[in-house]
């Protein structure tokens, strides 16, 4: 195995240091993961400007959340699974709804699960959505523009995704209590 390192402020290089102070004023702390994604200034900043974007867009926090949980859970990432289902469940998701989703099945509230359908399709198909995936979405009373801004919410979390799979990023202990496996 590679080690990663898991940068602070003070050890990340100079290029990365304003991303991370940026997600630490928003986080509250630095996660691990933005610590070992800041060691490619290049990654940390493209996160940064994409997180802003999707974080300011037309989703709550609570639909964002429920993105970026069946993303984690799609493309598997241990790290990304618990982080996100100590968000969500800080934004008021439904406990089942949030264990639905890390069982791979769709929440009941059937705004979050179209939301899920969707980030979960575009992921397995590879874009390649077919039109009843589109008309799902839309049938749950989204509009083809957000459609196309789960596409950016899915780029922000793929970015996390991967860099928890390739760094095997440690997991800290506030989100141990919701570990998980693939």
Not at 103 to 130: F, H, V, Y
Not at 132 to 152: C, H, M, P, S, T
């Amino acid at each position: 195995m590679t080690d990663f390192p898991v940068n602070t402020i003070d050890t990340a290089p100079e290029r990365s240091k304003a991303a991370l102070q940026k997600l630490q004023a928003t986080f509250g702390m630095i996660p691990n993961i933005l610590g070992s994604m800041s060691t490619s200034s290049v990654l940390i900043n493209s996160l940064v400007g994409l997180f802003e974007n999707v974080h300011g867009g037309s989703f709550t926090e609570a639909q964002i959340q429920t993105l970026l949980l069946t993303n984690a859970v799609t493309n598997e990432c241990s790290w990304a699974v618990a982080f996100h289902t100590a968000l969500a469940l800080k934004e008021g998701l439904d406990p089942s709804d949030v264990q639905s989703i890390r069982d791979r099945r769709l929440p009941k509230d059937e705004t979050l699960a179209a939301l899920s359908a969707l980030a979960k399709a575009l992921i397995q198909k590879r874009g390649r959505l077919e039109d009843q995936d589109i008309e799902r979405f839309i049938a749950a009373g989204f509009g083809k523009d957000l459609a196309l801004e789960v596409i950016a919410v899915v780029a922000a979390s793929t970015i996390t995704n991967y860099t928890g799979s390739v760094t095997e990023t440690p997991l800290e202990k506030p989100f141990q209590p919701h570990a998980w496996q693939a």
